[in-house]
């Protein structure tokens, strides 16, 4: 099962930018605006100073005046739009993206998230999403704004004094010197950054998810000591780059006042010489603030691409993953009643691991039967019933749902067909109707109560304050393990299915509640074909038909008596489980 990356670009992203065009051009023809405005500041004032005040020439002062509230309020109103236009853009850029990456996640099948971290999608979903938003924002702003603002300062720096041209010169090579090394320095670790950032999420999960293990354990300061680690590389890469940041801004100011000085005190000897007007000089100081700033800005976004490209790439690879599992292209449909069960030949192997998990598994089960599945741990069971809807695709042979291998029907119709339960029982937060009806969303209040009281889960549901109301906790953590396992298995039930598969679901349960779910089910699912996964004989040993997993490989199959007499692991199985109810 090989997960198919292909290299998307960084380039790739902007198809994200597509529906906000409308909103970049009005962005971009602010920004001009804007810069236009901004540029004429200096030379106005240049001759509010040369022709106004020094020369006295009437109603210069109140006539510049007025160009230069003008075009500032002009700049303003300008910047305003540009700031409400790029954020529009970026924060729907990042819905959108969000979205895809959500909808792509969705479609991964198990192997896919075996080989990409719950971690780190949450992270590329989360933390390089918002990342990205901020560059989009910051790039829209600058990545025009800077050069014009930049090369037009320039021109009109040398268009004012030609020969102080040098003190600009001096100023860029020193503003490059801080950038080189800042590039030198800080680029590898931004890189780290993000790396580390999944690496707290990971163990921030892992111990909240298996905080009661930690307690019980008493793992409290090694999760800690593990979590301090982490946190404190992750605070010491952020705090090195802050500090890098912080410095670049006293060192910029200097380079900035050091030129001031330079173009006073240069330009004051023109003055002198009657070569400069003082207006002209002070046009000169504030265009060549402009040229460091702009040219400070276009050498951030340089320095921005690469930390955008990392964000980028792992936004990117998720995207890219072709999910190994899909419909096929010309989908057969199923019978009204398709409960049969095949598997011919049936071998699997998971993405690297070094033996089948499955080898060459042949069985078949009708509508109306029960079969069950039972095997020491890590005999492969769940990796059997996983094939069926498809939740990984068996490496050799074929998995066949009412006739049709199961590679030919599609998705949504195969797994209709199906009523899965997982030993680990996932509840949403909602109403416990809410999560029985997850099974069936048109399932009506009798419905859900049938499908309870199948599974056995009445008499606990009844007794809670709320009843089908009452609410469930993220997770299902306000209810003990086998409340839990019921619930999902009436969701099971609510959908009517063909086919049941129960996956260990019934381990947490006591043993008289086990059986008599037991004989509720066999009542209820008199037409549809039914598959018990699990490792307790109590469990399956009424089943129409056991079979016997053993390290992948059908080991016996056949009813409890037969498999007594003819299957020695079966015999084993059913000892030692006898030995360790009569001890207890
Ligand atoms: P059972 O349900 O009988 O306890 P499983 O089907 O869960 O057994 O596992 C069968 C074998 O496959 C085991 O050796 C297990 O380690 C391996 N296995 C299970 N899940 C994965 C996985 N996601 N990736 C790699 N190996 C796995």
């Known amino acids: 099962m090989l997960i198919a990356y292909r290299s998307v670009p960084m380039v790739r992203?902007?198809?994200?930018?597509?529906?906000?065009?409308?909103?970049?051009?009005?962005?971009?023809?602010?920004?001009?605006?804007?810069?236009?405005?901004?540029?004429?500041?200096?030379?106005?004032?240049?001759?509010?100073?040369?022709?106004?005040?020094?020369?006295?020439?009437?109603?210069?002062?109140?006539?510049?005046?007025?160009?230069?509230?003008?075009?500032?309020?002009?700049?303003?109103?300008a910047s305003v739009g540009v700031g409400f236009a790029a954020s529009r853009t970026s924060a729907g850029f990042t819905r959108?993206?969000?979205?895809?990456?959500?909808?792509?996640?969705?479609?991964?099948?198990?192997?896919?998230?075996?080989?990409?971290?719950?971690?780190?999608?949450?992270?590329?979903?989360?933390?390089?999403?918002?990342?990205?938003?901020?560059i989009v924002s910051?790039?829209?702003?600058?990545?025009?704004?800077?050069?014009?603002?930049?090369?037009?300062?320039?021109?009109?720096?040398?268009?004012?004094?030609?020969?102080m041209s040098w003190i600009l010169a001096l100023a860029v090579f020193l503003v490059s010197l801080m950038v080189v090394v800042m590039v030198v320095v800080a680029m590898p670790r931004f890189k780290l950054i993000q790396g580390l950032v999944d690496r707290?999420?990971?163990?921030?999960?892992?111990?909240?998810?298996?905080?009661?293990?930690?307690?019980?354990?008493?793992?409290?300061?090694?999760?800690?000591?593990?979590?301090?680690?982490?946190?404190?590389?992750?605070?010491?890469?952020?705090?090195?780059?802050?500090?890098?940041?912080?410095a670049l801004h006293p060192s910029l100011t200097l380079v900035m006042n050091g030129c001031s000085l330079l173009i006073?005190?240069?330009?004051?000897?023109?003055?002198?010489?009657?070569?400069?007007?003082?207006?002209?000089?002070?046009?000169?100081?504030?265009?060549?603030?402009?040229?460091?700033?702009?040219?400070?800005?276009?050498?951030?976004?340089?320095?921005?691409?690469p930390r955008a490209a990392v964000s980028a790439k792992r936004i990117s690879e998720v995207l890219a993953v072709d999910p190994s599992i899909t419909d096929p292209e010309k989908p057969e449909a199923l019978e009204a009643s398709a409960g049969s069960v095949e598997f011919r030949g049936v071998s699997f192997k998971y993405e690297g691991a070094e033996d089948d998990a499955l080898c060459d598994v042949s069985f078949s089960m009708s509508p109306g039967e029960t079969v069950a599945l039972v095997g020491p741990t890590g005999a492969g069971k769940s990796t059997l019933a996983n094939l069926i809807p498809r939740f990984y695709d068996a490496?050799?042979?074929?998995?066949?749902?009412?006739?049709?291998?199961?590679r030919a029907l599609s998705l949504a119709e195969l797994r209709s067909r199906i009523g899965f339960c997982h030993q680990k029982a996932a509840l949403f937060s909602g109403s416990i109707a809410d999560n029985i009806r997850y099974g069936n969303q048109n399932a009506d209040e009798a419905g859900i109560e049938a499908a309870a009281s199948t599974a056995q889960a009445l008499d606990f549901i009844s007794e809670l304050e709320g009843g089908f109301e009452s609410r469930v906790a993220e997770g299902g953590s306000n209810l003990s393990g086998g409340q839990r396992q019921r619930i999902a298995i009436a969701r099971a039930l609510a959908r009517n299915p063909d086919l049941y598969v129960f996956d260990d679901s019934f381990s947490a349960l006591d043993g008289r509640t086990d059986a008599r779910l037991r004989a509720a089910l066999k009542k209820r699912t008199k037409s549809a074909s039914v598959l018990v996964v699990s490792q307790k004989i109590e469990?399956?040993?009424?089943?129409?038909r056991i079979i016997v997993l053993d390290d992948g490989r059908i080991a016996g199959s056949g009813t409890h008596e037969e498999l007594l007499l003819l299957c020695p692991l079966y015999k084993q199985l059913a000892e030692s489980q006898n030995a360790a109810e009569v001890r207890s």
């Not at 529906?19 to 001759?47: H, K």
């Not at 702003?141 to 320039?154: I, K, N, Q, W």
């Not at 998810?209 to 404190?232: P, T």
């Open 13 to 77: 992203l902007f198809r994200f930018l597509k529906p906000y065009l409308g909103y970049v051009s009005i962005t971009v023809a602010l920004l001009l605006i804007q810069a236009v405005s901004e540029l004429s500041l200096p030379s106005i004032m240049a001759d509010i100073v040369d022709r106004g005040v020094r020369g006295g020439v009437d109603g210069v002062i109140f006539l510049s005046g007025a160009k230069m509230a003008a075009m500032t309020v002009i700049g303003v109103i």
């Open 96 to 134: 959108d993206l969000r979205q895809s990456l959500f909808e792509r996640v969705q479609s991964f099948s198990l192997a896919e998230f075996d080989s990409l971290s719950t971690a780190s999608l949450l992270t590329r979903t989360t933390n390089d999403v918002t990342h990205l938003q901020h």
């Open 138 to 163: 910051m790039f829209l702003r600058m990545l025009l704004f800077a050069p014009v603002m930049g090369f037009g300062s320039l021109v009109m720096a040398i268009r004012t004094s030609y020969s």
């Open 200 to 246: 707290l999420n990971l163990i921030g999960r892992e111990h909240l998810d298996g905080i009661m293990v930690i307690r019980a354990y008493g793992a409290e300061s090694f999760e800690m000591n593990r979590f301090d680690e982490a946190n404190s590389e992750l605070t010491a890469v952020n705090l090195f780059v802050n500090r890098m940041m912080s």
């Open 264 to 305: 006073v005190w240069i330009g004051s000897k023109h003055v002198a010489a009657s070569s400069l007007e003082v207006g002209q000089m002070m046009a000169y100081l504030q265009y060549a603030m402009h040229v460091i700033m702009s040219f400070l800005m276009i050498s951030m976004m340089f320095i921005m691409i």
């Open 395 to 406: 490496s050799g042979g074929s998995v066949l749902v009412g006739g049709k291998d199961v």
């Open 539 to 544: 469990t399956v040993k009424h089943a129409d």
